[in-house]
Nanobody
Framework: QVLFVESGGGLVQPGGSLKLSCAAS????????MSWYRQAPGKERELVAG????????TYADSVKGRFTLSRDNAKNTMYLQMDSLNPEDPAVYYC??????????WGQGTQVTVSS
């Protein structure tokens, strides 16, 4: 079964950095594009960033462009989200998923990112 384990979240001050990891199992991520989503309390889950299967193409939400960097290590079946210059708009639970059918069917528990001074 497809399984994701997100980790790396925590509490950080504004302007700080975190690096999130998404370890996948049940499939080989090299065959798929992958995405990071986040969901803040009372809000819908939103796309943060996406990466092609090879890592050659990345997309970012306007709100995180220039601050977040998505990467993947297919040999480790893991992708990452380097988050720099975190601001009060970023707190949320961050999730990863694969960009393929069945859409939105597989999610991990997510990892909480909190930004507070």
């Amino acid at each position: 079964q497809v399984l994701f384990v997100e980790s790396g979240g925590g509490l950080v001050q504004p302007g700080g950095s975190l690096k999130l990891s998404c370890a996948a199992s049940g499939f080989t991520i090299s065959s798929y594009g992958m995405s990071w989503y986040r969901q803040a309390p009372g809000k819908e889950r939103e796309l943060v960033a996406g990466i092609s299967s090879t890592g050659g193409t990345t997309t970012y939400a306007d709100s995180v462009k220039g601050r977040f960097t998505l990467s993947r290590d297919n040999a480790k079946n893991t992708m990452y989200l380097q988050m720099d210059s975190l601001n009060p708009e970023d707190p949320a639970v961050y999730y990863c998923t694969r960009a393929a059918w069945p859409w939105y069917a597989y999610w991990g528990q997510g990892t909480q990112v909190t930004v507070s001074s």
